[in-house]
């Protein structure tokens, strides 16, 4: 099948293209740049140029496919709200050009978006005054259009995708260590995070595109929850830091634009997705991944 990729170029887009082109799929990677074009054409991937704000380039790469994958998302946690309105409008133009047709479209979204504190299922819809909230609106409108015709399914995504070349929430857990001589967690340390493995979480894309029925939610979760008192305690281990657990009032200031999301307790089942796809994770967990895989040689 011919598969639109958006966000071909990040780090989860890139092991999906690749997942896809083992499986004989053939990729059009949207790029905004020249860099990224040049990124994707050396990698043997047609690059359709245009933006996420450019609806109009979304639109005509989507028609000029058989399916499409949307993971790009601009990561600007000090704009959270606006990133998240353009990713609900580049959806809307995506399913909107898919209407009718019965062509798959597999969207990205975030565990972090079901009720805290208790196991979340697929079964689960959004809850609006979660950690990530801002984006349950997108995860709405792409149930809504497996309405309307098109075979739309989300992937949601744990706070820890993880792997060569993660640069997102845990890499920036070891910067803060790192910089202030504390592996820090809140509290008791209790609350949990689930993860995934980048290669095993492309897969589930792989299987979504291929598979997935319409209106189905998926979860790309491999741990279904580490308590952030034992992610401190790797990455204390990891540094050679000490550990420490510090209050609510502080966890601002120590852990700037990640607060919000350091004290979700956010454990999430995949049993759903394991039975609906067959998919299984192969890859290292969490804590083996760091451990084994580099996390902490780079400097900061
Ligand atoms: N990584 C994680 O741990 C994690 C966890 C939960 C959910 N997710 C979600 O998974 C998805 C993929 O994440 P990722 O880690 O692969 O992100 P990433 O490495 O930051 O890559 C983002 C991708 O989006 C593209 N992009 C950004 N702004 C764009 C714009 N204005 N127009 C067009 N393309 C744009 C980037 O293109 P350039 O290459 O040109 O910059 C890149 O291809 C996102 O929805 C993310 O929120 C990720």
Not at 71 to 90: C, G, K, L, N, P
Not at 214 to 234: K, N, S, Y
Not at 251 to 257: E, G, L
Not at 288 to 298: A, E, H
Request: aromatic share 6%; glycine share 12%.
């Amino acid at each position: 099948m011919r598969v639109f990729v958006t966000g071909a170029t990040g780090f989860i887009g890139t092991a999906i293209v690749r997942e896809l082109k083992a499986a004989g799929h053939e990729v059009l990677g949207l790029a905004r740049s020249d860099a990224a074009a040049t990124t994707l054409e050396r990698s043997g991937v047609q690059a359709h140029r245009g933006e996420l704000s450019d609806l109009g380039s979304l639109v005509a790469g989507a028609r000029a496919c058989e399916g499409v994958i949307h993971t790009a998302f601009i990561h600007d946690f000090s704009q959270y709200v606006a990133a998240a309105e353009t990713d609900r409008r580049a959806v809307e133009a995506l399913a909107g050009a898919l209407e009718g047709l019965g062509k798959p479209f597999v969207s990205t979204s975030g565990t972090a978006m079901l009720t805290p504190g208790r196991l979340g299922t697929e079964a689960d819809a959004p809850s609006p005054g979660s950690a990530a909230g801002p984006r349950a609106a997108t995860e709405t409108i792409v149930m809504e259009s497996a309405r309307r015709g098109v075979r739309a399914s989300v992937v949601r995504l744990p706070p820890s995708v993880h792997g060569a070349g993660d640069h997102a929430f845990v890499p920036a857990l070891i910067d803060i260590a790192r910089r202030t001589g504390v592996s820090a967690f809140v509290g008791e340390g209790a609350n949990r995070w689930p993860a995934v493995h980048r290669l095993d979480a492309a897969r589930l894309f792989r299987l979504a595109l291929e598979s997935a029925k319409p209106g189905t939610r998926l979860h790309g979760v491999a741990d279904e929850g580490i308590a952030l008192r034992t992610l401190a305690e790797a990455i204390g281990a990891g540094l050679g830091v000490p550990v420490r657990s510090i209050g609510g009032d502080e966890a601002r200031a120590h852990f700037d634009w990640l607060a919000g999301f350091i004290t979700i307790d956010n454990p999430t089942s995949s049993a759903i997705t394991r039975d609906t796809l067959g998919w299984r994770p192969r890859e290292p967990d969490l804590l083996t991944d760091m451990r084994d895989n580099g996390y902490f040689t780079k400097t900061a």
